[in-house]
């Protein structure tokens, strides 16, 4: 029987749901309302909406909530390599971020921590500046090392028996591949950022055939929020049902875009070094890069922000705001800005601060470091839905791929449909004809 007909009625009543300015958190009734009369062909839909369009985050939700192993994954997004697998369950389109919001029900469900604040940057209890009191893992980790803390004391206490985070490249440190870790070698191995895309969620399937658990899974929001939308979908079958079970700790990296590969090969140009000697870049209103023979070096970060992810334009969570606890590097150096959103969060990181392996020192004491987390958080939580922006072919058209500067127009306060796409830069004048203008 011929039923692509259903994901063309499903497609068709999302785009009218778009078009009429219907409240985004309706646009997954389009697929839902399908769900109780059988379901359709939701990887069509997904491939249609999403990935040939180029908006895919490569979060990998959809590739590790398929029941039936439809999806591969390669170049950062999902490929449907086994589509007549597929048996119209549409868990792939109910967990991807990008087709609609998160869930308004995803905030009660992740357990937030009571009394709630938002002051830009999602719901959370209580926050400090961190750092690892083991001064190795303060010194390998990104700034103060309090990821790898987290992990760690969970694995030694028992509260983990597995970590979805990733490791690093051997030949190219800068880039990293997920990984299921279970030991403490592992987790330390995997430290630092690596400022590319790392689809650490795509060994959650590994974790689950293993029944490894309770799992602690480290990511950045695109991938924070994948894992939330797996864990509450309302289409309750057994995978969604082992992540809602199994997860125990999530813990969401800040991030503004991440870089291509590209940009690691630019770098260890212009540094006339190879890609292996750059052991770790970190970014701090520019680019600080350490290399393997104990040199440090600085870029500008407008010139390395040519290499930004375009697909990041599509992401709008900053400072993980679905995560049990959000970590990122701002504010103090060698700290982490460490948020506790969630009850999970609390008893993990009480837990961290009662056998001393970290030490904190209170937010007032780098009072712009809160400033600017909400500052970057609004700036991409006001964004137009990535649904209503453009593709990718038509931001190529008027050569602007940069995620961080597409839009401007904008003031706070105004409707996110007022972002105005900055038009195309002037065609590049030949030097004779410049200079003979000039000259005039
Ligand atoms: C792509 C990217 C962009 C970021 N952008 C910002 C930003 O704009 N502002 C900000 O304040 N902070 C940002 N961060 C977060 C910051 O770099 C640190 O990760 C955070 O402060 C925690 O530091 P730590 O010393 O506690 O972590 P560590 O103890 O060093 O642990 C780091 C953990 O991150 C995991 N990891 C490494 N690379 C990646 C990756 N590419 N994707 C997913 N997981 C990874 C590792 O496996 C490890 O578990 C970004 C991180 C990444 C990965
Ligand atoms: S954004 Fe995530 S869930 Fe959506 S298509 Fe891409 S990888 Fe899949
Ligand atoms: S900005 Fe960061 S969190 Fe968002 S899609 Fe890009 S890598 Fe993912």
Redesign the pocket.
Known sequence: MDLDHLTKEVQERYHTLLEEGADPNEWAYAWRSEYNRGGFKAVDMLMDEVVNPGKCIGCAACVTICPVDVFDYAEEKPVAARENACVYCELCVDACPVLRPTDQDIKSQIGLMEPVKDEGFGGYAYGVYARATEKV?AEN????????AL?LHGLKSGTLKGVV??EEHAENPQM?SSMLQTTAEQ?LA?????????P?TLALVEAMKKNIAPLAV???PC?VDGVRQQQHSSIRLDVAEWYRQNIGLVIG????E?FTEKGIDWLAEELEVPKKDITNIN?KGRVEIKLRDGREEVKSLKAFGKYARPACLYCMDYSAENADIG????GIDGW??TVIRTEAGHKAWQALVADGWVETKEFDEEPKGKDLVAR?SIYKRNRPLPALMPTLPEREAIGNLDPKNYYRGWEPGNSPREWRPLPPPPPKKKKAAAKKEDAA
């Open positions: 893992w980790g990104q700034d103060g090392g309090v990821c790898t992990l985070a990733g990293g987790v995997g430290a630092r950022s690596r400022y590319t895309y790392q650490n480290v990511g950045v991938q990296l800040f991030c503004s991440s970014i970590l990122g590097g701002i982490t800005f970057l």
